[in-house]
């Protein structure tokens, strides 16, 4: 099983700010298929970014995802009030599917 | 609009067994692998099982293989998750997670459920 490693666990920011969100495998993850999703409290996740670049449907331009191999980032640039949630990245490449533990973003 | 409906979650004592069910409510839903995600309270999110567009392939986490039993039916638009000899620790909210394009052999999860609440105690 391909463990996922996020960093940080929390990432405390300002409003205006940049994130950058690390995603870690313990090994080459198969066709680079990392996805990131957002999850608000009480709501379903949310698909933001997969394959591992790609922006899902309607995900504004601010969120990106970049890497290769074992190393993965999501950056979301000029963080809006509604961006501090949880984020988690997922490696689809071979199953067992896994998550990484989450990053939650908390508002400075 | 809600496209995946999850039902069937309720308290059950330990040992007991739970079926949950997630109607696709959408145009599409034969061909797409579908997959059961779990998330224990105060914890991420685990994926639980997984079954392939026609049925004939499915998956499982260590954590749930011969307990679990996961199908569908692509004539109802039905994915199914037979629970059988739960324990505490399957306590979680159970989501169903569709995958976004059926014609990769996997692919990241584009559509989820609200989720259903499946409690395990005595």
């Known amino acids: 099983e391909i463990v996922l490693t996020q960093s940080p666990a929390t990432l405390s920011l300002s409003p205006g700010e940049t994130a950058t969100l690390s995603c870690r495998a313990s090994e080459n993850v198969d066709g680079n298929s990392v996805a990131w999703y957002q999850h608000r409290p009480g709501q379903s996740p949310r698909l933001l970014i997969y394959g591992p670049s790609a922006r899902a449907t309607h995900v504004p331009d601010r969120f990106s995802g970049s890497g290769s191999g074992t190393e993965f980032t999501l950056s979301i640039s000029r963080l809006h009030p509604e961006d501090f949630v949880v984020y988690y990245c997922?490696?689809?490449?071979?199953?067992?599917?896994?998550f990484g533990q989450g990053t939650k973003l908390d508002i400075k | 609009e809600v496209q995946l409906l999850e039902s069937g979650g309720r308290l059950v004592q330990p040992g007991g067994s739970l079926r949950l069910s997630c109607e696709d409510t959408g145009f599409a839903f034969s061909g797409y692998a579908m997959s059961w995600v779990r998330q224990a309270p105060g914890k991420g999110l685990e994926w639980v099982s997984r079954v392939s567009g026609t049925g004939s392939e499915t998956e499982y986490a260590d954590s749930v293989q011969g307990r679990f039993t996961i199908s569908r039916d692509n004539a109802q638009n039905v994915v199914y998750l037979q629970m059988n000899n739960l324990r505490a620790d399957d306590t979680a909210v159970y989501y169903c997670a569709k995958e976004r394009n059926k014609w990769l052999p996997n692919d990241a999860f584009e559509m989820w459920g609200q989720g259903t609440v499946v409690s395990v105690s005595s």
């Open positions: 997922q490696q689809y490449g071979r199953t067992p599917y896994t």
